[in-house]
């Protein structure tokens, strides 16, 4: 196992830390965690622990929203036919459902599209083009994708078609020729939020149309409101809601940051989706054996308004939603992905659902596979394992999956990995996955003149390129990573938010406020905790495929034991047996297990305070 560095985050100002803990009441600790957040004052730690509708910034603050609305506006007021055009993945698909669901409630003249991944690739295509003037569209929204699709904006141009393109990755030097091009990352764009997903770009496109048409805005002050505005923004606030469930979808499987308006936002989303879940959910969600309550349960404890046995969270979306919406996508086709969210009867949603988690079935054998392949490619050839990249490419390698090998590759090898296959026109097609230290879509933009197409953003990006110049960007790529990652980036690192102490810190008090950090994901991760001078209480076992449970006791202060479970650390379990002292890297969870919830630590990484 490679060895992990700790890091233990010390970016804070330690003043700061002790007058928010004074402000709020709360343990230095949770002061501390806050502060590393980019919460400082009693305010923010308000709107942090208290998101609402109403902290989302105003949508015409978007480069070019005003003109989106208005296009919208005048395809519908002319009956002209609207296409809602989407990416294939999970955030794309997400975007199209929500926009094309709420305009075709105005609008019967729309219909939606998504490129296929083997004969179009990424983003708005030809084809897709080509469809939409068949079908006599003289309006696309394109979401997800669209801000390098200059030639494609010049081709729709010449048949009339206007596009408003909803993107969220980055430009390139031009924009396109489009009636409206929104995407907060324009150098011009005044937009105070980023990080947006491609559905949340679409559900700000939503937001600012239905704002126009109540004549209210969610960042009106309601005491200037008169009572028909304060009546109609409480009707905004309701018809909004029925679409952040897509919008928490997307925010967790995009992986993007879950703080400002994306917090909001996902916080909002999780809880339609474990009180009214709509029919496409629920019904992927059984296939990750998430049981819903009865109408007895729910009547028996109404308080408790969750849908399901257990609270979802971004993490159920990430590992139990996410991947079978994606395979759809990747083995068949993404139209169903959209239908299954579009869904309106469980009936329609369980059959879709079934086919869908089939195709994830699929989509498991084809990557584990080309995983295997590829590792074992990797440790037989001494030039590529000695490389400070990971450039593989493999004729059979499923298109789908590539993007899901390169993601293990990382985790397995800890370089940036790109990894190709043969698309039907004979290009190689790759996805690029990147380590925290290293920018890989500044990387592809330095061989920008070997590659027919690339995008993304530093740590993931989609890429294509022609057969005969494929070893010479793999050699640029290799010199590009080795003249730009020290060796000590190579090392995984743990980032460790504070050290604690079992008896002083882990109280209800605390864990119940810990609790109230979520949502968690990415800038807002589940605090890693440190512990030194830990001995097992004198059980522990390897269970599953090489997880090591025990139970830890802190020796210098009079704690409870806690139950512990590190994945893949079985190889530890000889040391732990036999009394060794130890210090753990962990986060602090609830497990549930028989009806039972109790504090775990989910154990990120060990190291024995004696050498062997």
């Known amino acids: 196992m490679k060895n992990k560095r700790w890091i233990l985050r010390k970016d804070y100002d330690i003043e700061v830390v002790e007058k928010l803990a004074e402000s709020l009441g709360v343990d230095k600790i949770i002061a501390t965690l806050l502060v590393e957040r980019g919460v400082s004052t009693f305010e923010e730690a308000k709107h942090f622990f208290r998101p609402s509708l109403d902290q989302l910034h105003d949508p015409f603050l978007m480069k070019d929203m005003d003109r989106a609305i208005a296009r919208i506006n005048e395809a519908i007021r002319n009956k002209e036919r609207m296409l809602i055009y989407g990416d294939y993945d999970v955030d794309g698909t997400s975007a199209v459902a929500l926009v094309y669901s709420y305009f075709h409630t105005l609008h019967y003249n729309i219909d939606f599209y998504i490129p296929d991944r083997d004969t179009e690739g990424y983003g708005i295509s030809f084809q897709g083009i080509d469809y939409a003037h068949r079908t006599g569209v003289k309006l696309i929204i394109a979401l997800d994708c669209g801000i390098k699709a200059i030639e494609q904006a010049d081709y729709a141009n010449s048949f009339g078609i206007d596009i408003i393109v909803g993107d969220h990755h980055l430009p390139g030097d031009t924009l396109p020729a489009c009636c409206a091009v929104l995407d907060p990352k324009r150098p011009d764009c005044p937009y105070p939020y980023k990080e947006l997903s491609g559905c949340g770009i679409g559900f700000k496109i939503v937001e600012a149309y239905m704002e126009q048409k109540l004549g209210v805005r969610l960042c009106d002050s309601a005491n200037d409101l008169s009572p028909i505005q304060k009546k109609n923004m409480e009707m905004l606030k309701l018809k909004l809601l029925r679409y952040l469930d897509l919008v928490a979808v997307s925010i967790a499987s995009d992986i993007v940051p879950i703080m400002g308006e994306n917090r909001v936002l996902a916080a909002f989303g999780l809880k339609v989706i474990n009180t009214c879940p709509r029919p496409g959910l ?186 005969e110049n494929f070893d010479r960007f793999v050699e640029r790529f290799e010199q590009i990573v080795a003249q730009n990652l020290p060796p000590e980036a190579t090392v995984p690192e743990i980032e460790i938010d504070a050290e604690i102490s079992f008896s002083e810190h882990i109280t209800p008090k605390f864990l119940r406020i810990l609790k109230q950090f979520s949502p968690f994901g990415p800038e807002n991760n589940v605090p890693v905790f440190c512990t030194h001078h830990l001995v097992d209480t004198g059980s522990p076992r390897v269970v599953g495929s090489n997880h090591l449970k025990f139970s830890a006791i802190q020796l210098t202060s009079r704690s409870r034991a806690f139950p512990a479970i590190g994945f893949q650390l079985g190889e530890y379990y000889n040391r732990v047996k036999r009394g060794d002292a130890f210090s753990l890297c962990y986060l602090l969870e609830e497990n549930y297990w028989n009806g039972k919830t109790e504090t775990q630590l989910n154990v990120k990484d060990i190291r024995f305070e004696d050498p062997e």
């Open 282 to 467: 629920e019904a992927i969600l059984t296939y990750g054996h998430i049981e819903r309550r009865s109408k007895e349960e729910r009547a028996e404890n109404p308080e408790k308004a969750s849908y399901f046995k257990k609270d979802l969270n971004i993490s159920d979306l990430v590992f139990l939603v996410g991947p079978r919406i994606n395979a759809a996508g990747r083995i068949h086709s993404a139209f169903d992905s959209v239908r299954l969210l579009l869904a309106e009867n469980m009936e329609v949603a369980s059959r879709l659902a079934e086919e869908i988690n089939n195709y994830n079935l699929e989509r498991k054998g084809l990557d584990t596979q080309a995983t295997d392949e590829a590792k074992h490619r990797l440790e037989s050839d001494i030039n590529l394992s000695s490389r400070h990249s990971i450039v593989l490419f493999g004729e059979d390698w499923h298109r789908g999956v590539v993007g899901i090998v390169a993601s293990r590759l990382v985790e397995a090898y800890y370089r940036p990995t790109i990894v190709f296959t043969r698309s039907t026109d004979d290009l190689f097609v790759g996805s690029a996955r990147s380590i925290k230290e290293f920018d890989i879509h500044s990387a592809l933009e330095q061989c920008a003149d070997l590659l027919e197409h690339f995008g993304g953003h530093k740590s993931a990006a989609g890429v294509s390129l022609r057969p």
